[in-house]
């Protein structure tokens, strides 16, 4: 019933920045709980940050704590990731993900809790 769509991936040197965006084509985008996950070679797919609603609580994974920015756009049915201070551990493909029907509480980490999905966008920061 909705597609995820990620940009904005590429290649950068570490401690240089990037934003992603994931383009959502669902009107009810704006009540959707949404984050973004990553997974790199040889991992587990990893909670990265997550918005309930705009101007709503965030939440952020400690490794990526005061170093990336997560905000949605509403009207644009948007939401992005800004990162900055970006390490080589940062390397993974990017995933976006929506949860229709968002829990009272704390965000919701894990994956499966989620509906929708992007196809995921390449983060490579090198040394």
């Known amino acids: 019933q909705v597609q995820l769509v990620e940009s904005g991936g590429g290649l950068v040197q570490a401690g240089g920045s990037l934003r992603l965006s994931c383009a959502a084509s669902?009107?009810?985008?704006?009540?959707?709980?949404m984050a973004w996950f990553r997974q790199a070679p040889g991992k587990e797919r990893e909670f990265v940050a997550g918005?309930?609603?705009?101007?709503?609580?965030?939440y952020y994974a400690d490794s990526v704590k005061d170093r990336f920015t997560i905000s949605r756009d509403n009207a644009q049915n948007t939401v992005y990731l800004q990162m900055n201070s970006l390490k080589p551990e940062d390397t993974a493909v990017y995933y976006c993900?929506?949860?229709?029907?968002?829990?009272?509480?704390?965000?919701?980490?894990?994956?499966?809790?989620?509906?929708?999905w992007g196809q995921g966008t390449q983060v490579t920061v090198s040394s």
């Open positions: 669902e009107r009810t985008f704006r009540y959707y709980a």
């Open positions: 918005m309930r609603w705009s101007g709503g609580s965030t």
């Open positions: 993900a929506a949860d229709r029907n968002p829990p009272p509480g704390t965000m919701v980490t894990v994956h499966p809790a989620y509906d929708y």
